[in-house]
């Protein structure tokens, strides 16, 4: 874990492989690297410090039927002190040779280069070192390296995408650098404490485009019919937001308010697909100029689409040149539902608030991802919020908190600021704790010291670190200054230690028309009953039925707190403090009795906060069913969808108990049918979007219960080849319906449509619903189709996945006994998350030892978090389905269903 960063404490810093000392005081030109933040830190490197890089400029030349490429890279260093060896990154890279030369005070190189007398790869460092004839001064010098590599597969370095067209199989080329996988692409300091200018150029077919983080700055057309393409230099910037992409693309683009440029590059034909993420980049632009008080910096900002997918990303905040993947960027007719309109929105937002939070201003090291990651989901929610209130996206925000509570309650949890020292450990810190709980945490701080004080904080960030490196606690003191109210320890306590507070609301007393609550703050676990709680001090707000709300500060464990009125009262009023609530019995009883008078966001708020508390055996799970039965009918979308969620987690935790699971999908029924009933399988006129959302949930919420009328007129709509099931938006919502019921000849069926499916959004599609089959034989016939080549490099991970969704021990079995081929299919950082993923949704014990043994043969003990991970989620599903079942059973009997 990282604190502060003071004398007393930089030894924590120092325990990965080294430290590079930073001084944001010092006088830099905009090519000196690393930079940091205005006080003096030390930021963690996995490198020697004596060398640090100045600038880069690369030349590539991709072979793409031979998933090979060339390049030599021009490497201007700085020289810190005299040395006769230079180590940087290097991974799967073949170097030829290697020379070096003083650089001269006009930037040029000497004639006189000494080459390298040793080059040494060392594989499981991602290192290269390269050891000179004699000690090289200290000093700028340039590092010239020619070397090749391979074009991977899987997203991850220069990777290659292919494709069918109306002219047959095509094949593009795409980067993906972050994490560490710059050093796959050039040798060089792979790091994000090194910010340094680009200049890139690339060899490829006349006819194809190529694009970079910056616009073209020339071409030059060559006899053997390729060109070469350079850019312009970028801003220095990180390693990882460096991007090239070239194949044969369409680009549509607009002009934003305040000049800046935005596109959407496309493979050729599918331009017009893009119109609508290019419209959300030309509204969001100048809301971020204005919110960061920083205009964007890049002449022009591009969104890059690739076909395929990949099992833990879908897009990438390249500067200047995001890259998504299309089924979260082009809206196309034959699959695009409303729900996923919405999402192209906010990914798109998400990408684009990158710009500033993460490229503009980037963490020092990845012990900080969540200053990127964390910002950028909460700065996504507000821009859609204020772009498009309609969708009201601020409901959401609970279920994202609900996430991160899932992994920040069990033992395997970590701080939001966490300690990462391997390249595994890199990967496995994008999770839900660092987006999500990080989102949850700033929305909480934002409201505590107010909207407007937040905003000039962040500006006031923005102003003093741009181009720079920064940790945490740089914003903190810059939020802190700008409230005139302190936040830094309120922070330190959400993000320097893990877990999940609990507000027990002890008692409630009126008097003279006010309602006053004893409060006491504990910790909320589902897996350590006995565990002494932590202690944080918990911003609560608390609020009656239509009535004032009221703010304190539960410190040193307890708090009292005044509430205008004598009805029910809610705590977490709004859902934006990161707690679970724990009311009394009669008070949850009158919050019950009250649920229709409640915000939307609040009914939300205690669905989730009830349930999550009942099934951790802190109160009856009966009271969250009872809360679901208060939900009044016409309840808002987002609170039905939460109500979906409560009921498919029951069903599911009946797993092999088809009479109980008949009882649930009865109750369901009877909640949502009605529903379904009065919006109707068709849009209507001038309906709302979030009704859009809702028509397809409900189909597909009722159809995984296998409701009769639905599942048959899902089933009748494919047989009879209904528009609605080739073309529409609930085309997914039937087909999703189709495949978990497949018999073997329905399985042939869709199969067959998938092998004759030439758009890729559609094909990618087919394949993955052939594994979420219920029938067990068809899981099997998908697992086997996952190792040929007929889905798709990139399809063939996600059709293993979606069987672990019905069969997660056949598809953790079936990885385990072809895990060599099974690698092959995954992004090569992400593979000690993919095996243990596909086996944490089991419901088995023995598959607790099964990955106990995998993470013991081929994880090392820094790399195992998902593993443990999946084994705790396995332990608390054994725990609920052995002691909270019965009470779930008893209210069900209850209700004669």
């Given amino acids: 874990m990282r604190l502060l960063r003071t004398a007393s404490t930089l030894a924590i810093a120092l325990a990965a492989a080294g430290c590079a000392t930073v001084d944001g005081d010092e006088a830099r030109t905009a090519a000196a690297a690393p930079s940091a933040s205005a006080q003096r830190l030390q930021v963690t490197t996995q490198l020697p410090t004596n060398v640090r890089p100045l600038q880069y400029t690369i030349a590539a030349t991709p072979d793409a039927p031979n998933l090979r490429f060339t390049s030599r890279v021009y490497a201007d260093i700085e020289v810190l002190a005299p040395t006769d060896s230079i180590t940087l990154n290097a991974a799967d890279l073949e170097i030829r040779s290697a020379s070096i030369a003083t650089l001269g005070a006009d930037g040029r190189p000497a004639p006189a280069a000494t080459s390298a007398r040793n080059i040494s790869l060392d594989a499981e460092k991602q290192t290269a070192t390269f050891r000179f004839p004699s000690r090289l001064p200290a000093g700028r010098h340039q590092l010239v390296i020619d070397y090749s590599g391979k074009i991977n597969t899987q997203a991850s370095g220069l990777f290659a995408l292919d494709y069918d067209s109306p002219e047959g199989k095509k094949r593009a080329l795409y980067t993906q650098f972050e994490a560490p996988d710059a050093r796959r692409f050039f040798p060089g300091w792979d790091e994000p404490q090194f910010r340094t200018p680009y200049n890139l150029s690339v060899t490829v077919p006349a006819n194809h485009m190529a694009v970079s983080n910056m616009p073209q700055a020339g071409v030059q057309n060559h006899a053997n019919g390729t060109k070469t393409v350079t850019f312009q230099q970028s801003p220095p910037m990180s390693s990882y937001l460096l991007f090239l992409g070239t194949g044969e693309f369409d680009r549509i683009a607009a002009t934003a308010a305040g000049g800046t440029e935005v596109g959407v590059v496309t493979k050729k034909g599918d331009g017009e697909k893009g119109r609508f993420a290019l419209e959300a980049q030309r509204q969001l632009l100048p809301y971020y100029n204005d919110y960061f008080g920083q205009p964007f910096p890049l002449p022009k900002l591009d969104n890059v689409a690739g076909p395929g997918s990949s099992q833990f990303f879908g897009a990438m905040e390249n500067w200047g040149a995001i890259f998504s993947f299309e089924s979260i960027l082009l809206v196309d007719p034959a699959i695009t539902t409303e729900a996923t309109r919405q999402r192209i929105f906010e990914v798109d937002a998400h990408e684009m608030a990158h710009q500033w939070f993460g490229n503009l201003v980037t963490m020092a090291w990845w012990d900080d991802l969540w200053l990127n990651e964390g910002f950028a989901s909460w700065m996504a929610t507000k821009a859609t919020a204020a772009l498009h209130p309609e969708w009201e996206p601020e409901l959401g925000q609970v279920s994202g908190r609900e996430s991160a509570i899932a992994l920040d309650s069990v033992a395997t949890t970590h701080p939001v600021v966490q300690r990462v020292s391997t390249v595994e450990q890199i990967s496995q810190a994008f999770d839900a704790i660092t987006y999500q709980k990080g989102e949850a945490v700033i929305t909480m701080l934002e409201d505590y010291v107010g909207e407007d004080a937040w905003r000039q904080g962040v500006r006031d960030y923005m102003a003093t670190y741009k181009l720079k490196n920064t940790v945490t606690d740089n914003l903190w003191q810059k939020i802190e200054t700008a409230a005139g109210k302190p936040i830094t320890a309120i922070a330190h306590d959400f993000t320097l230690q893990p877990g999940v507070p609990l507000i027990r609301v002890e008692s409630a007393t009126c008097n003279g028309g006010s309602t006053s609550l004893s409060l006491r703050q504990s910790e909320f676990t589902r897996d350590r009953p006995d565990k002494q709680p932590l202690s944080w001090r918990v911003p609560v707000i608390a609020g009656g039925l239509g009535g004032k709300e009221a703010r304190t500060i539960v410190s040193g464990g307890s708090g009292t707190l005044a509430v ?117 399988w068709s849009a209507r006129a001038n309906e709302s979007s979030n009704v859009a959302v809702l028509r397809s949930e409900l189909i597909g919420t009722l159809g995984y219960f296998g409701d009769r009328q639905v599942v048959a007129e899902a089933n009748r709509r494919f047989a009879a080849d209904d528009p609605s099931v080739t073309a529409g938006p609930l085309r997914t919502s039937i087909l999703a319906i189709v495949a978990q019921n497949a018999d073997a000849a329905t399985w042939d069926r869709l199969r067959a449509q998938a092998q004759a499916e030439k758009n890729p959004l559609v094909k990618a599609q087919l394949y993955r619903l052939l594994g979420s089959t219920r029938d067990r034989a068809q899981g099997q016939r998908a697992l086997a189709l996952a190792l040929t080549e007929e889905p798709g490099a990139t399809t063939s991970a996600a059709l293993i996945s979606a069987v672990a969704g019905e069969h997660p021990d056949l598809a953790f079995d079936f990885a385990l006994q072809n895990r060599q081929a099974v690698e092959g299919l995954v992004d090569a950082s992400s593979r000690s998350r993919y095996f243990p993923g596909l086996g944490a949704g089991s419901s088995d014990p023995a598959t607790i030892a099964k990955l106990q043994q995998y993470a013991d043969r081929y994880l090392t003990a820094q790399s195992r978090r998902p593993a443990d991970q999946a084994i705790a989620s396995i332990q608390d599903r054994v725990r609920v389905r052995q002691t909270r079942l019965p009470d779930i059973s008893r209210w069900f009997d209850a209700k004669r269903v």
């Fill in 564 to 680: 205008q009125g004598c009805g029910p009262v809610v705590v977490n009023s709004g859902q934006s403090g990161y707690y679970r609530t724990l009311y009394t019995p009669a008070l949850l009883d009158g919050l019950t009795a009250g649920f229709a008078r409640l915000k939307p966001i609040d009914q939300i708020g205690l669905l989730a906060d009830n349930w999550g508390l009942g099934l951790a055996g802190y109160q009856s799970a009966s009271e969250a069913l009872d809360l679901v039965d208060a939900v009044p009918a016409n309840a808002n979308p987002q609170v039905w969808t939460r109500v979906s969620s409560i009921l498919a987690r029951v069903y599911d935790l009946y797993e092999g108990d088809r009479q109980r699971q008949a009882m649930v999908a009865r109750y369901a029924s009877s909640k949502l049918s009605p529903i379904l009933t009065r919006v109707g």
